[in-house]
Each structure stands twice: as C-alpha cells, then as structure tokens.
C-alpha cells in the first residue's frame, strides 16, 4: 500500500527503516504541515518495502512516501 502526502508537507522525522514490520496504527512517520506536526499511522499491519523520502523533504500532495506491503 502506498503511504502518500495529503498536503503540502516536509518530512519531520521518519521512524520506520525498509524491512520493518508494523502494525496497523504504528507511526510511520511525522510530516509537519501549516506548523503542525501530524503523525502517520500504518493503515494496515505488514512490512515497509521501501521509503521514497528523507527527513527535511518537502512534499507536495500526492507524493509517495514509503510502501507498506
């Protein structure tokens, strides 16, 4: 499943690393938005495949920021 920015954001902190297990709710990452933190949670349980982003990016909508398969 592709994990994806809702809105312009920069990555504040990425706290899974590929090959990782996670669950359902687990924080993935945290992207400050409008001077919000906002945490990103798993939406289901499996592994981190891959991560398509390093911390400082900024993202537009729509962009890919890891997979969780």
């Given amino acids: 499943m592709d994990i994806k920015a809702k809105m312009p954001s920069t990555v504040d902190a990425i706290k899974v690393a590929p090959g990782q297990a996670v669950k359902k709710g687990d924080i993935l990452c945290v992207l400050e938005a409008m001077k919000m933190k906002n945490?990103?949670?798993?939406?289901?349980?499996?592994?981190v495949t891959s991560v398509s982003v390093e911390v400082g990016a900024r993202l537009k909508p729509g962009a890919l920021i890891m997979v969780v398969e």
């Fill in 39 to 47: 945490q990103m949670p798993s939406p289901i349980d499996g592994t």
